[in-house]
Each structure stands twice: as C-alpha cells, then as structure tokens.
C-alpha cells in the first residue's frame, strides 16, 4: 500500500488529521491532498467509472487509484459510511468553490478550526 492509501485509511478509521500529520511526518496540505484524491476516486467510482476510467481524469497513477478502490471497496461498510460521507461532501464543496491545491480545510475533520 502506498504511503498515500496508508494515510487515507488512518483517516477512514477515525484519526484526526493532526495525529495523521504527527505519525506521519507529512504536511497538512499533503493529507488533505491525499483526502481529496480518494474523495475524487470514490465520487467517480461512484459514478460508474472503473479504474482506467479514473486514472486519466484524475492524472493520478493506476497503481494510486486501484489502491485507492481497493480501500474504497474495504471501508464501504456502515461503520464507515459517515467518513465516507464526509469526504464526499468536501470534495463536492471543494469543486463547487474551485477550491485551490494546498488549501486548509477547517471543515474536514470535527468542523474546527486547527
């Protein structure tokens, strides 16, 4: 799994983005690119688009985007369903208000300000 699916997976378990970035070592702006990615596949898997679909329209790696399904496949469970759901919604906002690379999003996790 890549460092990438690794992140997005502590997420989907219920970490916060500050432990993400402490156990981690990477940015904020990197975790929530990554989020954004996933949140990006999954709104197009959702939309019926299968991996080489993908892969060009979000000018990521096919290795990134199967890795990305794959933990997409695992997580669409009810337990998980609410995550899911918030990454879906801050990908649709952050398309509605073009949102621009590197940018916080306060509203990801908890809804607070860091």
Avoid: C, W
């Avoid at 759901?85 to 509203?107: C, D, M, S, W």
């Amino acid at each position: 799994m890549t460092h990438k699916a690794e992140i997005v997976e502590m997420y989907l378990e219920m970490h916060t983005e500050t432990e993400i970035v402490e156990r981690t070592g990477h940015s904020y702006e990197s975790v929530e690119a990554y989020l954004r990615e996933f949140a990006r596949v999954v709104t197009l898997a959702d939309q019926g688009m299968n991996p080489v679909m993908i892969r060009p329209v979000t000018g990521r790696s096919m290795a990134l985007v199967k890795a990305y399904l794959e933990l997409y496949r695992r997580y669409d469970q009810p337990d998980y369903h609410f995550r899911l759901a918030q990454l879906r919604n801050v990908f649709t906002r952050g398309e509605i208000l073009g949102q621009k690379k590197g940018r916080h999003l306060p509203y990801l996790i908890g809804g607070a300000e860091r």
